[in-house]
């Protein structure tokens, strides 16, 4: 049974660019939901994805956006990208009301 | 405000030396807490969700205990490859997890 897996696993970006991670949750579920974790910080809820609607948002700017296939796959963008965007990004998916299992993560570096 | 809290931030010990680690927290309706383990660079692995005060659940050394306001891991006669960073989150009624910063915990041979 594959788990959830993240692409890409390593990123550099620069100042300004765009970027679109991608996330394949694992078998049997259908929320995927993102976060974004800083060195030495726990993991930052960013958003979740349900039927293909965003179900819940965090603290984040409009800068960072989602969306959810009818394959419960999942993308997150990040548009005109801050030093600041550094991080490792997390994808996890569940069933509602059931723990959450997560992906390797991408490591984005933003120059 | 959802709020979690860990203690210590870094705990070294010995190969065989038992210890806790705390997650202390503030939220309203906790639907449940969970314990992940993480490596550097990579994804937080699962280990337990406890759900309700008075719960425990074990696992090969580690065991986690509720209460209604904190969690604590207890690592039984640790081994090196014990070394990580463990996660405490809760999940509360406003429905979002939130995770607290993490202990990192180094077991020496």
């Known amino acids: 049974d594959a788990g959830v897996t993240q692409s890409p696993t390593h990123l550099i970006k620069t100042r300004g660019q765009q970027v679109t991670l991608r996330c394949s949750p694992k078998?049997?579920?259908?929320?995927v939901s993102w976060y974004q974790q800083a060195l030495g910080q726990g993991p930052q809820f960013i958003f979740q994805y349900y039927e293909e609607e965003e179900r819940q948002r965090g603290n984040f700017p409009d800068r960072f956006s989602g969306h959810q296939f009818p394959n419960y796959s999942s993308e997150l963008n990040v548009n005109a990208l801050l030093l600041g965007d550094s991080a490792l990004y997390l994808c996890?998916?569940?069933?509602?009301?059931?723990?959450?299992?997560f992906g390797p993560g991408t490591r984005l570096l933003v120059l | 405000e959802d709020q979690v809290t860990q203690s210590p931030e870094a705990l070294r010990l010995q190969e065989g030396e038992s210890s806790s680690l705390n997650c202390s927290y503030t939220?309203?309706?906790?639907?449940?807490l969970f314990w992940y383990r993480q490596d550097p660079g990579k994804g937080p692995e699962f280990l337990f969700t406890?759900?309700?005060a008075g719960e425990e659940k074990e696992k090969e050394r580690l065991k986690a205990t509720l209460t209604k306001k904190e969690s604590f891991l207890h690592i039984t006669a640790p081994k090196p490859e014990d070394s990580a960073t463990y996660l405490c989150a809760v999940w509360g009624s406003a429905s979002k997890i939130i995770f607290g910063s993490g202990t990192r915990l180094s077991i020496r041979p």
């Open positions: 406890l759900y309700s």
């Open positions: 078998s049997g579920h259908d929320t």
């Open positions: 996890a998916s569940l069933v509602l009301g059931e723990t959450q299992y």
């Open positions: 939220v309203s309706g906790l639907r449940g």
